[in-house]
């Protein structure tokens, strides 16, 4: 009976058997000592990095090996270059193995590499080699402008990648669900992530970060930073000075502005008037010396940017020292008046509590006197009459 050729077995076995079953059929078939057979190893490689394409052989008695490119282009022919491109490079042919590299690689050179061993018939087995492409740190681009009060779309963006990257938005180390839409740029993919979030005032500033998860990069990321540019009306504030102001002495006001953009010009005015002649602005400060009372009034600064405008106003009032002292000398005069008042009303209000209770105790005495007057009468009236003296003594000394 004629023995049935290993390589007309593979040709029979499913298309979904896997290279290396395939390969292990044609070792346990492989059983005369004389039986020849190649293996082939898949390989995955980053871009630009170097490939190794390997072909073991078993029972190699020196026939001739081939080594073809995805295109079945011959690279190698028994270990003789066959194609004039340099970044294959042969580096092993033993009997046992025979090992090709590929330096700079690039997804154009995915595919299968074939490993044919030619004897009474041909074996040959795929190498296929994958080739990875990282992303690299993606950009954001803001739509439009970020207001106060509205909302600003946000993309992040990576342009290529195989397979396709992951992004992620992360602020305040929560994530920030996007629209994700992906595009097929035939070896390479390209990703972006949309978001829109409201923003204020107090936005401005804040730090949001897109991240780029990808199967070449293992556990790292690459990650773009990005702040968010909330433009805003100004705010004005004068700060005023501290203690009274005299003739004579200096005013200096500051005037605080905020805002995005942060207004260039500051303008100073007096409502009603002009700005005095000893009056210097710089900047944002206004500074007036040897102040009298004609300078005195309300002073107004203003600034203005794109989005808005705001003021704000001091009232200046210049004292005359002569008049501070009289004041504060009058204090003291008029509190001992209220004191005294207070102890003259309350002297007076004990007298007539005293007389009253005076006079209503002399009627209380004049009253019994009276009464005892008028029973001393009874008395001699009786002893005159010739009345029982006895009977009347005992009835009037009781």
Request: with cysteine.
């Amino acid at each position: 009976m004629r023995p049935v050729r290993s390589s007309v077995l593979c040709r029979l076995l499913p298309a979904p058997f896997s290279l290396a079953l395939r390969s292990l059929v044609l070792l346990l078939l492989c059983i005369t000592p004389h039986c020849q057979a190649v293996q082939a190893e898949n390989v995955t490689v980053l871009e630009g990095g170097t490939a190794q394409i390997s072909c073991r052989l078993q029972n190699y008695d020196g026939s001739i090996v081939v080594i073809q490119n995805p295109r079945r282009q011959t690279l190698f022919f028994n270990g003789t270059r066959a194609l004039k491109d340099d970044r294959f490079q042969m580096v092993l042919f033993t009997p046992r193995l025979v090992r090709i590299t590929l330096t700079n690689v690039s997804v154009f050179d995915e595919g299968g590499y074939f490993c044919q061993l030619y004897t009474d018939a041909t074996h040959h087995q795929v190498a296929t080699l994958s080739v990875l492409v990282p992303p690299e740190t993606p950009t954001v681009d803001a739509k439009e402008e970020a207001v106060e009060g509205g909302e600003v779309e946000l993309t992040c963006m990576s342009p290529r990648s195989k397979p396709a990257a992951t992004l992620r938005w992360i602020r305040n180390g929560r994530e920030i669900p996007g629209v994700v839409s992906q595009q097929d740029n035939g070896k390479t993919f390209s990703v972006s992530s949309t978001i829109r979030i409201p923003v204020e005032r107090k936005d401005n500033g804040a730090a949001l970060s897109c991240e780029a998860f990808h199967p070449a990069l293992g556990t790292q990321r690459r990650i773009r930073h990005y702040r968010l540019d909330v433009y805003f009306a100004p705010t004005v504030r004068i700060v005023p000075p501290s203690g009274i102001l005299r003739e004579g002495d200096s005013l200096t006001l500051t005037c605080s502005v905020t805002g995005n953009p942060l207004p260039r010009n500051i303008q100073w005015s007096k409502i009603n008037d002009t700005l005095p002649e000893r009056a210097e602005i710089s900047g944002p400060t206004l500074q007036i010396s040897r102040l009298s009372q004609s300078h005195n009034g309300t002073y107004l600064c203003q600034a203005q940017n794109n989005y808005g405008r705001a003021a704000d106003h001091y009232t200046l009032l210049v004292y005359d020292p002569g008049a501070v002292v009289e004041t504060h000398s009058a204090v003291p005069y008029a509190v001992i008046g209220g004191v005294l008042a207070l102890l003259v009303f309350t002297v007076i209000c004990v007298l007539i509590v005293t007389i009253w209770c005076s006079v209503r105790q002399k009627g209380s005495y004049l009253t019994h006197e009276a009464s005892g007057l008028d029973e001393h009468g009874e008395v001699q009236e009786a002893f005159l009459n010739g009345n029982d003296a006895s009977q009347g003594k005992k009835e009037y000394l009781l």
